[in-house]
């Protein structure tokens, strides 16, 4: 909930520190007061677009803050989370607005963009006026709030992963048709590239082995020679490795006669020797590999060019010839099973969207009796608002195949229908702005609890009524406050005296100035400010018993 706003430089404020409670707050006041310079403020602070007019004369720059209290496992605390920002049970919305129109926002003194301020204004407070724009006016929330007034997540998840699985196979199959249809459009071609590398056999890895061939190949006759000449050197007249062990032997008959100084001069030779015979080895198994056979290299060479040249024509890398048959291959036979596997995607796709169907179906039943529910429960509301000849009713519109998504088969829209025999149309089209703000009220009684915000605003919900109506308002107020902080602009003394909390907001002159101040009423001024509401100017004797009237049925 909202539990404090400091504003400072606004329009008509210099200073201003409000700490809100919880349950139903008033804040009433002269027309003209500044009422509507706090709802700015707060709105500046939840992300609204700014305006250097709000900045007050002579001021650098104005700046409003909101702290909230936030619930755990509140909406507001995966967006942080989600950004990375620093969280806690504490939130701190601050925005700052220079003189020429240039702002900055932060959320718990972190800098951040306004479009986060706003995601989490949104899921906290929702402020609603006479001529405002209202998340419920938008036919594009009207789906999600019936669901959850319906308590119908469950089943939209199960349509939302239905429509995902029948998507997926849809998509399948339709690229399953593409490389059909390509593959028959390129038969000879494939059938040709099939055969050809089915002759070429190439294998993991032979380009390197050619190459190490061919290179061994080109320079046969020098690695001959030196080879040779290495082999003869080591073993004629004798074996190096020979000559080595003899030595070797030859001191091991005289070691024990050294004392020890023998030892290492033996090891060195016994490596030696190892080395040697291993060195030569190898010599002679290179001499063995040798191919001085100039037919040869030709084979090797073209084997190579021709392997380059397939790899070439078919954009792939030599090493990747191998698994460019094995696909062809198989391409080639899917091509000659006559689509087998296609018919199996298409059936497969036939099978997600008749259980996406089914899932469909279901929600657009329990749709049915949610909206039934849902049109009785705002119908019983709109009585006491002096909206009796009014209708609620929640349309559910089919739509066609090529409409259906993952939120189901209809489009959901909320009607009303002012005057009896008249077709029920849009909210914001059909009804005032005084009805409006009732239809909003009466929504919010029964919808209460099913949305993230924790703070609601009224800016004149009781605007041309008053009486019974009027009373029947701040009833219905005061019980939306048992499950939200609720704080209402008002005119009317019956919508005032039910107010747990009660503000008043006045124009005063400073050094000259004009500025907007708000003070926290105790029981005695209430009941002031109640009978001047009732009274006007003057208040009378008479206007304080009706306001204590009035507070003690409160």
């Known amino acids: 909930m909202l539990r404090a706003l400091a504003i400072r430089d606004v329009v008509l404020i210099e200073r ?50 909101a702290v909230f209290d936030l619930p755990s496992g509140h909406l507001a605390a995966t967006i942080l989370a989600e950004q990375g920002l620093d969280g806690g049970s504490e939130l701190v919305l601050r925005r700052i607005v220079e003189a020429n129109g240039r702002s900055r926002a932060f959320v718990n003194d972190q800098p951040a963009s306004v479009g986060l301020m706003r995601q989490l204004g949104d899921a906290l407070v929702e402020i609603h006026g006479q001529f405002e724009s209202h998340s419920l ?3 594009a929330t009207h789906r999600a709030v019936l669901d959850a007034f319906g308590q119908l997540d469950n089943l939209t998840s199960q349509v939302r992963g239905g429509y995902a699985l029948w998507r997926a196979a849809a998509s399948a199959r339709k690229q399953a048709e593409a490389d059909l249809a390509k593959a028959r459009a390129e038969e000879e071609e494939l059938r040709f590239a099939v055969d050809e590398l089915k002759k070429l056999a190439p294998q993991p890895g032979e380009e390197a082995q050619l190459a190490e061939k061919r290179a061994l190949m080109m320079h046969a006759e020098k690695l001959a020679e030196g080879v040779n000449g290495a ?15 003899t030595a070797c032997r030859q001191l091991e008959k005289v070691a024990e006669k050294a004392g020890g100084a023998l030892a290492g001069a033996i090891q060195a030779l016994e490596r030696a020797a190892i080395e040697a015979e291993e060195g030569l080895a190898q010599i002679e198994r290179l001499q063995s590999e040798i191919d001085l056979d100039p037919a040869h290299l030709e084979q090797v060479e073209e084997r190579l060019f021709t392997l380059k040249q397939v790899a070439r024509k078919h954009g792939v890398e030599v090493g990747q010839l191998a698994d460019l048959a094995h696909r062809l291959e ?20 036939a099978e997600a969207r008749e259980s996406y169907l089914k899932l469909a179906r279901q929600l657009t039943v329990q749709r049915g009796k949610a909206a039934a529910k849902l049109d009785d429960a705002v119908a019983r509301e709109l009585a006491p608002l002096k909206l009796d000849k009014a209708r609620f009713a929640t349309m559910l519109e089919p ?13 959901v829209a909320f009607q009303v229908a002012t005057n009896p025999g008249a077709a029920p149309g849009p909210l914001n089209k059909i009804a005032s702005g005084g009805e409006l703000s009732r239809f909003m009220l009466a929504l919010k009684v029964v919808l209460a609890g099913i949305s993230p915000v924790t703070s609601l605003v009224f800016d004149e919900v009781d605007s041309g009524i008053g009486g019974a109506v009027a009373a029947a308002v701040g009833e219905r107020l ?12 008002t005119h009317s003394p019956q919508v005032a005296a039910q107010a747990d909390h009660h503000y008043r907001v006045a124009k005063a002159e400073a050094k000259g100035a004009m500025t907007t101040r708000i ?8 009941i002031e400010e109640v009978a001047r509401m009732l009274s006007g100017a003057e208040v009378t004797g008479e206007a304080r018993q009706a306001a204590w009237r009035l507070m003690g049925r409160a």
């Open 16 to 65: 201003l520190d409000i700490d809100f409670q919880s349950g139903l707050s008033a804040l009433t006041g002269e027309t003209g007061a500044g009422k509507s310079i706090l709802l700015d403020s707060l709105a500046l602070a939840l992300g609204a677009r700014s305006d250097s007019g709000l900045v007050r004369a002579g001021a650098g720059q104005a700046s409003v803050a």
């Open 137 to 139: 006016l938008n036919p």
């Open 399 to 411: 739509l066609g195949e090529a409409d259906w998504s993952e939120t189901g088969m209809e489009r």
């Open 519 to 526: 003070e926290p009423l105790d029981p005695e001024n209430r």
């Open 231 to 245: 082999l003869q050197t080591l073993t004629r007249p004798a074996s190096v490795e020979g000559a080595l062990r």
């Open 330 to 349: 198989n391409r080639l036979a899917d091509l000659d099973g006559g689509g087998k596997g296609l018919a199996r995607l298409a059936q497969a796709e």
């Open 478 to 489: 005061k019980r939306l406050a048992s499950s939200l902080q609720l704080l209402v602009v």
